[in-house]
């Protein structure tokens, strides 16, 4: 079955500098790669997704871009601040599946 | 439009009393999903249900019961609680195997 690795399990930055959170998948037939923040207390809240038909995708200061040939994708934050610091889960599909596949997820500091 | 509820927020139980946790959506989803997380952890898919009427299991369904009511509601039952059980639980529900919404959690501590 689809497995999803997820690096780093945890990630401190400055605020300001950029974060780069990576995944990989093990089915070539995924199609469908969204990520997930979830702030202290609170559930997973969707933030950005891509499709296999794209490379990248950009919303702000969150991007996420695509490498279908190394089974790889990669969310990126650029200026990152305070509100940032949350946890980050990526997550894998493909069309007739009944469920995402999680990363491990991501824990996210940005300190002042 | 609540998005997903989930009710009770917190509850506390002792080993072996039983409880049901209750999601509903109204998102016109098909898809609806329960995940535990214990802390410091990923999220793990205990039961999901493809589609009104139809129930599958996930990665650690044993210990729990699941029943989906109509197209908005899919509860989680608890039959005799362990202390193994306790957690922060989410509803999602999702169409089409793409997209998921989560729900606010549970948080169930069984002493």
């Known amino acids: 079955g689809e497995n999803v690795e997820q690096h780093p399990s945890t990630l401190s930055v400055q605020e300001g500098d950029s974060a780069v959170i990576k995944c990989t998948y093990s089915?070539?037939?995924?199609?469908?790669f969204p990520w997930y923040k979830q702030e202290l207390g609170k559930g997973p809240q969707l933030i950005i997704d891509?499709?296999?038909?794209?490379g990248e995708k950009k919303d702000q200061r969150i991007a996420v871009t695509l490498n279908k040939t190394a089974k790889h994708f990669s969310l990126h934050i650029t200026e990152t601040q305070p509100e940032d610091s949350a946890v980050y889960f990526c997550a894998a599909s493909k069309r007739g599946a009944d469920k995402l596949i999680f990363g491990t997820g991501t824990r996210l500091q940005v300190f002042p | 439009n609540a998005g997903v509820t989930q009710t009770p927020k917190f509850q506390v139980l002792k080993t072996g009393q039983s409880m049901t946790l209750q999601c509903a959506q109204d998102?016109?989803?098909?898809?609806m999903y329960w995940y535990r997380q214990d802390p410091g952890m990923g999220l793990r898919l205990i039961y999901y249900?493809?589609?009104?009427?139809?129930?599958d299991k996930g990665e650690v369904p044993n210990g729990y019961n699941v029943s989906r009511l109509n197209k908005r509601e899919f509860s989680l039952r608890l039959e005799s609680a362990a202390p193994s059980q306790t957690s922060v639980y989410f509803c999602?529900?999702?169409?089409?195997?793409?997209?998921?919404?989560f729900g606010p959690g549970t948080r169930l501590t069984v002493t």
């Open positions: 089915d070539s037939a995924s199609n469908y």
């Open positions: 999602a529900t999702g169409q089409n195997s793409y997209e998921q919404y």
């Open positions: 891509i499709r296999s038909n794209v």
């Open positions: 249900s493809a589609s009104e009427g139809t129930t």
């Open positions: 998102m016109n989803h098909n898809s």
